[in-house]
């Protein structure tokens, strides 16, 4: 991933504020991103929108009434009910992308840019609208560290349900729908979470599938949107999307 800067502010509500370095430019923004952003905002991603000053872009994203996924971890509790759900809202979410002509590959999914509403399940993604995707490795290999990362921070893992749950993660034959159903089955009222579950064994697990659900791209096929009703004037544009 090329290097974000990431600060907050109360400016109009609690905002993150995202730069980069080398700057993004007006021309780096992807416009059919913008007008489906704008036209409405897709469950599971945080509002954003957008500034340019001196040539260079700042995305604004509201974060209010969430917490940053590391601190709502520290405030526990954290087991596999917890665990499974979180997984969930983040599929729901990457599969929201492609209902609304958005790129999953455009969703950052470390940590600290995952927010967390009154329940796990309830997942804000960030999502940067850029012609070129910040994060150059395929989404199921994103999405797979992201699921091993957190397991050491789940209680009483169930290790046959996160090997269910890995294992359709890393074939390409499971759409993202198919990823939803499973997890929600794992996720049935009679199955028992505790103790006596074995840790999920890792070992000889395969990691780094390049494969899972079509790019939005192939949706969003030939279409270009018009430039028409951006300004031209120097000095500081902004555009809620």
């Known amino acids: 991933m ?13 905002e993150m504020i995202i ?22 905002r897709p ?3 945080l509002a954003v929108d957008w500034f340019e000053m001196d040539g260079c872009v700042t995305f604004r994203h509201a974060v209010d009434g ?14 596999m009910k917890e665990y499974l759900g979180l997984m969930l809202g983040i599929v729901e979410a990457l ?3 492609g209902h609304h002509l958005l790129r999953e590959s455009c969703c950052l999914l ?27 490795k395929p989404v199921r290999e994103e999405l797979i560290g992201l699921a091993v990362r957190l397991l050491g921070k789940a209680e009483r893992v169930d290790g046959e349900a996160v090997q269910i749950m890995l294992r359709m993660l890393d074939d390409p034959a499971v759409s993202w729908p198919s990823l939803r159903l499973g997890l929600l ?37 030939n279409r270009t949107a018009s430039n028409a009703g951006w300004p031209d004037a120097d000095g500081v544009r902004e555009n809620r999307i």
């Open 43 to 45: 469950p599971g991603l």
């Open 66 to 79: 969430r917490k940053m996924l590391p601190h709502r971890l520290i405030a526990g509790p954290f087991g």
């Open 110 to 136: 470390e940590e600290k840019f995952l927010f967390i509403g009154a329940e796990w399940r309830d997942v804000a993604l960030t999502y940067l609208p850029l012609r070129e995707p910040p994060v150059k």
């Open 185 to 221: 089955s794992l996720m049935t009222p009679d199955r028992r979470f505790g103790d006596e579950q074995p840790r999920a064994n890792m070992q000889g697990f395969r990691f780094g599938s390049s494969a899972g659900q079509p790019d939005a791209n192939v949706a969003r096929g």
């Open 95 to 97: 599969d929201n992308c």
């Open 19 to 40: 730069r980069r370095d080398p700057p993004i430019a007006r021309a780096d923004l992807d416009e059919v991103d913008l007008q489906m952003l704008q036209a409405v």
């Open 2 to 14: 090329e290097r974000l800067q990431v600060d907050f502010a109360m400016q109009r509500g609690h």
